[in-house]
């Protein structure tokens, strides 16, 4: 490295890019390399930093997502221009979706030959393709700016509600020198990037207020909740108060699941009956059925505590907006409610408890249920037994694979069920696990369904390559939803959603050194992930799943339109087969 002290010393944009990442603390890159970025990706690792290369950008964006998330300083991908940034781009608006603070930073072609569209290697006007997808889009056009653009996308990623921000580098501004010392006084660290904004007293008393008026009270965690790390302040409201609470799926395990005030098991109940809920990090988006009738009540009022203030309202009314800092605001909602002496009803606790016995003994009987060939419900109990009591990560997708899994897979820590989000994004799967293992250390467990899977299978070749503990079980049920779809046409190309049920997919990881199981029943899935975990090295299992078990579009089958051709309720002139 240059001796940035000596007089007259130079350095260029590639060094002071570095020196602006590590000043800030992020010690880690995800990406693939290419013109005009390998150098930039070579010196970060000569100065100390870990590249981690992938196979596709858009995985290696997954994986800087879910650093972003789990670690609350921004992920960072780095591609190269033009495909290699909209390979990108897709991680990016998924990151951004999903409130995960995430960079992308993408190295560009010759800003004078892009703008005029004569036909430079990579030609693509990035910043102004990738402002619609993300929190923020800023290009650096001096490498004197350097510091001030890294700050800026630090600054956006994390700030109020946290998102995907991009950074465009032209190839001219990373090769550029200019003098060491200037260079090094460009640069800047960020103070408290996302310092924490307090609601006011009177909002916070008007929540308390109207929490105190309930009857029948609910606390709604989502994965803002999650992201927010204040994991005793919620524990407390929960607690002391009794008021029972649901997580979104990647809420799970900030309370335990098995917790007695939990409600997942009364779920439709809880929110078909509850007066006042309190969101916590939490949207009325589609998930919760943006919050109208029948799901919900029409009376039911609404708290809501969110970093950004523009979602009040976007569904329902929202009877007390507390904007802010999801730790502040909560802390400040305990004083208020101890205040208040506010305790839940137990009427109504009985009412939900009634309820989730029921579900519970659904839940039970189903999973006592051996079928042969196993179907989601066989392979998830065997599962199930051998993960209890493990520290370990979950992600998980697929449609049914991740219905059930989520449904059978209780956690019982915060912030370890990684799963594809506010999007459904298939193939976020193996970007997420190989991001948690770098940033985490932890094994890894990646539920995944078939085709959940193939969006990113070669990245099997990036976690053998870093050794990383990631065991992957593929729910291997030959096909999107299920196996047994049939051509309606002519011809014999196989019916849209089917894919090889006969696939070996464990025979992938062989290639890399990795190592593969199949498993047909539950005992040998049992014995198999046992030895996978025990081993810690990088594992597939092949998990054979009935071709006949799932249901298309997994629980959402309301949001899928289905032609009168599919469904068969048609008028006899049409042909059906
Ligand atoms: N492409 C992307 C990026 N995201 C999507 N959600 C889809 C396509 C559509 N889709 C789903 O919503 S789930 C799914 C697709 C293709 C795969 C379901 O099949 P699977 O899981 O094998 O992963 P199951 O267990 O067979 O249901
Ligand atoms: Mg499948």
Redesign the pocket.
């Known amino acids: 490295m240059t001796d940035q002290t000596a007089p007259g010393a130079l350095t260029d944009g590639f060094h002071l890019v570095i020196e602006a990442l590590k000043l800030n603390g992020i010690t880690t890159m995800f990406g693939v390399v290419g013109i005009p970025i390998t150098d930039l990706a070579r010196l970060s690792q000569a100065e100390g930093m870990r590249f981690i290369s992938f196979r596709h950008e858009q995985p290696s964006g997954y994986a800087a997502a879910i650093a972003g998330y789990l670690t609350k300083q921004p992920g960072v991908c780095l591609t190269t221009s033009a495909p290699g940034f909209l390979n990108g781009l897709a991680a990016l608006a998924n990151a951004n979706t999903n409130g995960f603070p995430m960079i992308l930073i993408s190295g560009s072609s010759n800003r004078a030959i892009v703008d005029l569209q004569q036909g430079d290697y990579e030609e693509l006007d990035q910043m102004n393709a990738a402002k619609p997808f993300a929190k923020a889009a800023y290009r650096v056009d001096r490498p004197e700016d350097i510091g001030t653009g890294v700050a800026r996308a630090i600054r956006t990623a994390l700030s109020g509600r946290p998102g995907g921000v991009y950074l465009d580098l032209p190839a001219a501004v990373l090769s550029s020198t200019v003098d060491a010392q200037v260079g090094s006084a460009s640069l800047v660290k960020v103070v408290h990037a996302a310092a924490p904004q307090r609601p006011t007293i009177e909002a916070v008393e008007r929540a308390a207020t109207l929490l105190a008026q309930a009857k029948r009270p609910l606390i709604l965690l989502g994965k803002g909740a999650a992201y927010a790390q204040a994991d005793t302040p919620i524990r407390d409201l929960v607690e002391k108060t009794g008021i029972p609470f649901l997580p979104m799926s990647m809420a799970k395990g900030l309370l335990p699941d098995g917790h007695h005030s939990s409600a997942a098991s009364a779920r439709s109940l809880a929110l078909s009956q509850a007066d006042v809920v309190l969101l916590i990090g939490a949207r009325l988006n589609w998930m919760l059925a943006h919050g109208k009738p029948p799901q919900w009540s029409p009376t039911v009022q609404f708290i809501q505590i969110e970093a950004n203030p523009s979602e009040f309202d976007s569904n329902r009314p929202i009877a007390a907006p507390l904007p802010g800092d999801i730790g502040e605001a909560v802390i400040a909602l305990n004083a208020a409610l101890a205040e208040k002496g506010v305790k839940a009803d137990p009427a109504w606790l009985a009412v939900l408890d009634a309820k989730r016995q029921q579900n519970v003994a659904k839940m039970a009987s189903r999973l006592s249920k051996v079928t042969d060939p196993m179907n989601?419900f066989t392979a998830l109990n065997a599962i199930k037994g051998v993960l209890e009591g493990r520290d370990y990560y979950l992600v998980n997708?697929?449609?049914?694979?991740l219905d059930v899994t989520r449904n059978v897979i209780d956690m019982h820590l915060p912030r370890r069920r990684l799963d594809?989000g506010s999007w459904?994004?298939?193939?976020v799967g193996l970007g997420y696990a190989i991001g948690a293992a770098v940033t985490t250390g932890k094994p890894i467990v990646a539920i995944?369904?078939?085709?959940?899977?193939g969006?990113s299978g070669m990245e099997v070749e990036t976690i053998c390559r870093y050794k990383l503990p990631v065991v992957v079980i593929i729910?291997n049920?030959g096909?999107?939803?299920?196996g047994d779809d049939v051509n309606r046409g002519v011809g014999t190309d196989p019916g849209v959603t089917r894919?090889d049920p006969s696939a070996h997919y464990e025979m992938i990881i062989e290639a890399f050194g990795g190592t593969g199981y199949n498993a047909k029943n539950p005992d040998e899935l049992k014995q198999v992930l046992e030895a996978a975990l025990t081993a810690g090295t990088p594992a597939i299992i092949n998990c054979v799943i009935d071709p006949h078990a799932?249901t298309e579009?997994?629980h959402l089958s309301k949001l899928n339109p289905q032609s009168a051709v599919t469904t068969g309720n048609v008028s006899p002139n049409v042909i059906t087969k």
């Open positions: 989601f997708e697929g449609a049914n694979t594809p459904g994004t298939m193939g995944e369904g078939d085709s959940a899977f969006f729910f049920n096909g999107i939803y299920r894919l799932g579009s997994g």
